[in-house]
């Protein structure tokens, strides 16, 4: 974590999210890193002819696709995944002759901005590549204010952090099948959300007498529609310090490694090569048994290229996040299920990103179904939304950093303000529980600010065992594996009696018959599941004490209980018509038209097309 130092002046209008004309001054390549940057350009050379015979647009067919896609293959580094089988390899094959350059790059992003300060516009996208890459001007001026630190964190150095925006309405979805496919295979809390984008990070602040202004700033943005922080930010650390050497030459050679990824296979062993560095990871599936990470260790002499193992592709660092606020943990736990609104006021974006996504994970496997924001600054499209006075305050977990926020989100029912979190090893004051109407002045302590009354008391072996952890200079990891197995083991048990009750209102199997319709679930009926708490609550497996039916109450109003109810009513009545077609497939439908009329005949005909239909359409 880099420690922010004083904020540098920043004179010149507001910043202005506009399109700068010009790209950034390409600068020649050092050795280290020149023949992958000279052979982008050569490469790039080749490929623009090539296009030129081909066709016009990206999605244009021409006599020179072939060529195309040869010259790529011949570029192609070997690039190995483990388990790989003789359908991988056709899958590779196909792809080399008929895919459409970048298919592998938006399999894992969407695209790369280069975002700068200009003294007249303010802070620009200089750059965004690949360049058929589509973004609107609502989006670009996004990712032009939220891709900076505010004006008062003056983070000198390289500060990481990640954000979250909405997509432009109106924008058109990409149907990409295979990607659909893979989606189905994730756990819920990673799976896509389709209205939604994250930017991955790298900001560089530092004194240049050469520039007007006396500083260099500028930041390398990864846009992509995966949650996957921890792998993101570890491929932005590989990367980003060499572009701002480098410059453009040395981002399309990136770019072309990316490109030539084997596609995020939930599941699959991946070796991701990327300038010279090979990462291996593995994306978790909805399989998993939850809490374990099942990434393969180095015990096999073919690893011995491997540079970068990542144990976890989302995951941050938990109990670095929540070590201020340890001791409140389990009701910020409470707050989280129950999608109450939420602001984090943190010194930095780093801090404030990593403690709202901390936040997030910390009800995993549960989806957080509500809107959460690791970043955001006063400019945002939805500011107006999320700070009007005129109605509550929204379901939404809100990271800032303009101390504006402290005065214009006083009136919001849960805040915690955090100072600049520790480096691993040392721990912080720990911040008390205060009334909010202590929030008044700019300069308020850290602390969390809430009048909120926990249903459940207070778990006081798993402070013990933290504390004890520091006192022992336990690693952060140690202690993060902890806090992660609490949080797990609370939410398991509050969630089993819940999925009891709801495997309950499925119909027996007894029931489906192939000649009639599905049968429909029972309602889901809260009174009725209340009463089997007595017996199968989560008394059962969690030593807790508190009012467990209070908080079940209150869940069962949450945007969280009606995402989850949702989802898993969606899988049982996918269940149930797999059932019903398994019955239609063992029956003897030759006799029973020998039974019945034509009229009774047809009538079934015509539902089993339509049955057919809804399948091959995904339904």
């Known amino acids: 974590m880099i420690t922010c130092a004083a904020a540098p002046p920043r004179p010149g ?102 975002v700068g300060f200009d003294l007249e516009l303010g802070q620009a996208v200089e750059v965004i590549y690949p360049q058929h890459s589509r973004l609107t001007d609502k989006e670009k001026t996004n990712i032009c204010y939220l891709s900076f630190p505010d004006s008062n964190s003056g983070c000198l150095g390289d500060t990481q952090f990640c954000f979250r925006f909405r997509q432009s309405s109106g924008r058109r979805v990409s149907l990409h099948c295979l990607l659909d496919q893979f989606d189905k295979d994730l756990p819920v809390y990673l799976k896509k959300d389709p209205a939604y984008f994250y930017g991955y990070v790298y900001f560089r602040q530092v004194r240049d007498k050469t520039l007007k202004r006396g500083y260099f700033q500028k930041s390398l943005v990864l846009i992509s529609k995966l949650p996957y922080i921890h792998f993101f930010h570890t491929v932005l650390k590989q990367i980003a310090p060499e572009y701002f050497e480098k410059n453009e030459p040395y981002l399309e050679a990136a770019c072309n490694d990316v490109d030539r990824w084997p596609a995020p296979v939930p599941g699959k062993t991946l070796y991701l090569p990327i300038m010279g560095v090979v990462m291996k990871v593995r994306i978790p599936t909805c399989h998993d048994k939850p809490g374990t ?98 109605q509550a305050p929204p379901s939404v977990i809100l990271g800032v950093t303009n101390p504006f926020f402290a005065k214009t989100l006083q009136h919001w029912p849960h805040i915690i303000r955090i100072g600049d979190l520790k480096p691993a ?108 708490l007595e017996k199968t609550g989560p008394q059962l497996t969690s030593r807790i004490k508190g009012d467990w039916i209070g908080l079940y109450r209150h869940f069962l109003k949450s945007p969280n209980f009606d995402g989850w109810f949702k989802t898993r009513r969606k899988e049982m009545t996918q269940k149930l018509e797999a059932l019903h077609l398994e019955a239609l497939c063992e029956e003897d439908l030759l006799l029973w038209t020998q039974k019945h009329t034509e009229v009774e005949t047809v009538d079934l005909v015509l539902k089993l097309k339509n049955k057919l239909g809804d399948i091959s359409r995904g339904g």
């Not at 040392?426 to 308020?444: A, F, G, H, Y």
Request: aromatic share 8%; net charge neutral; charged share 25%.
């Open 13 to 114: 209008p507001s910043p202005a999210a506009a399109t700068a004309p010009a790209a950034p001054a390409r600068s020649p390549a050092p050795s280290a890193a020149r023949s992958s940057v000279e052979a982008a350009r050569t490469a790039r050379g080749r490929r623009m002819a090539l296009r030129g015979l081909a066709g016009s647009g990206p999605g244009s067919r021409g006599p020179l696709d072939e060529a195309v896609a040869a010259d790529k293959e011949r570029e192609a580094p070997a690039v190995v995944v483990a388990g790989a089988t003789p359908e991988d390899d056709e899958e590779d094959e196909g792809r080399s002759r008929g895919l459409l350059r970048w298919d592998g790059f938006s399999a894992w992003l969407h695209c790369v901005c280069v």
């Open 293 to 390: 990470t099942q990434i393969v260790q180095l015990t096999q002499q073919g690893d011995a290229h491997i540079s970068v193992i990542l144990p976890t592709v989302h995951e941050v660092d938990l109990f670095r996040c929540f070590c201020p606020v340890f001791l409140h943990s389990q009701m910020l736990w409470e707050l989280v299920l129950l999608g109450e609104p939420l602001v984090v006021m943190a010194p930095s974006p780093s801090e404030s990103s990593e403690t709202v996504l901390a936040l997030v994970n910390c009800i995993s496997p549960l989806k957080y179904f509500s809107d959460f924001r690791p970043y955001f600054t006063i400019h945002d499209s939805e500011f107006k939304e999320y700070t009007t006075r005129t």
């Open 425 to 532: 090893g040392e721990i912080p004051k720990q911040v008390k529980v205060k009334k909010l109407k202590n929030l008044k002045t700019l300069d308020s302590k850290p602390g969390v600010y809430t009048s909120y009354k926990p249903y459940l008391n207070r778990d006081e072996d798993i402070i013990k065992q933290l504390q004890k952890g520091v006192q022992q200079k336990r690693p952060s990891e140690a202690q993060s594996v902890i806090l992660r197995r609490y949080f797990l083991e609370l939410t398991q048990s509050f969630i089993i009696p819940l999925e009891r009750y709801v495997a309950s209102l499925m119909p027996l199997q007894k029931s489906i018959s192939p000649w009639k319709s599905p049968p429909q679930l029972r309602q889901f009926l809260p009174e009725e599941f209340m009463k089997t």
